[in-house]
């Protein structure tokens, strides 16, 4: 487990309209410190599916996040992206790692087993996500699945938050990093004040640690 304070990972909801969701956007990344966002994205072509990423993309790469997409590794080259979640193990994995690393990102999710996150461990990958807005994990599941890679294992880990006060029980389990996402777009508040008490939750663990 790291001595340094988890930092937040964002995932946006499944996007179609670019510009209607910028607005919503902007303010979560505005709100605080953000080290990576997961884009979703819903596209009829990879045009499309470019002229979203291109919309959103480089408004949090301005901010210093890495903007990465899902399984795409050759789409993330081409729009400029800081690299690839992927949520396949095998040879679509290894296909990723060869093509993007060094010089880009390559995750791992949708890990259903300890073998899964072990195999993708081995592979090289940047960083293993546990959870995830459509995964099937209870949030005792992926805490306890925290805990136990961050004993073992070296390889960043991100625990996925289903609910803000979820965040200081990841950090208590070694994440590294915190994944957040329908806590963040369905909070009544707006996505920039659950940003904002993620990030105080986080502040406040790392203030009562001896």
């Not at 596209?43 to 919309?55: G, L, N, S, Y």
């Not at 992206?81 to 093509?99: K, S």
């Not at 461990?121 to 996500?129: F, I, P, R, T």
């Not at 938050?161 to 590294?176: F, I, N, P, Q, T």
Request: charged residues 25%; aromatic residues 6%.
């Amino acid at each position: 487990m790291s001595d340094e304070q988890p930092r937040l990972y964002l995932i946006t909801p499944v996007i179609a309209d670019a510009l209607a969701f910028l607005p919503a956007f902007e303010a979560a990344i505005s709100a605080t410190d953000i080290a990576c966002i997961l884009l979703r994205y819903e596209a009829r072509d990879k045009v499309e599916a470019k002229k979203i990423i291109k919309t959103l993309a480089p408004k949090a790469q301005k901010l210093g996040a890495a903007c990465l997409i899902e399984n795409d590794f050759q789409l993330a080259v081409h729009a400029d992206c800081d690299g690839v979640h992927m949520n396949v193990l095998g040879e679509p994995l290894r296909e990723a790692l060869a093509a993007l690393q060094p010089g880009r990102i390559v995750g791992a999710g949708e890990l259903s087993t300890r073998d899964d996150a072990m195999e993708a461990g081995e592979a090289g990958v940047d960083y293993l996500m546990f959870g995830g807005p459509d995964g099937p994990e209870t949030q005792e599941g992926v805490i306890e699945r925290t805990a136990w890679w961050g004993e073992i294992f070296n390889v960043p880990c991100i625990g996925y938050a289903r609910e803000l006060k979820a965040v200081a029980r990841l950090a208590k389990a070694g994440a590294d990093f915190i994944s957040l996402c329908d806590c963040i777009w369905k909070d009544a508040r707006g996505p920039a004040a659950a940003m904002l008490e993620a990030a105080d939750l986080l502040g406040q663990y790392q203030e009562a640690l001896p």
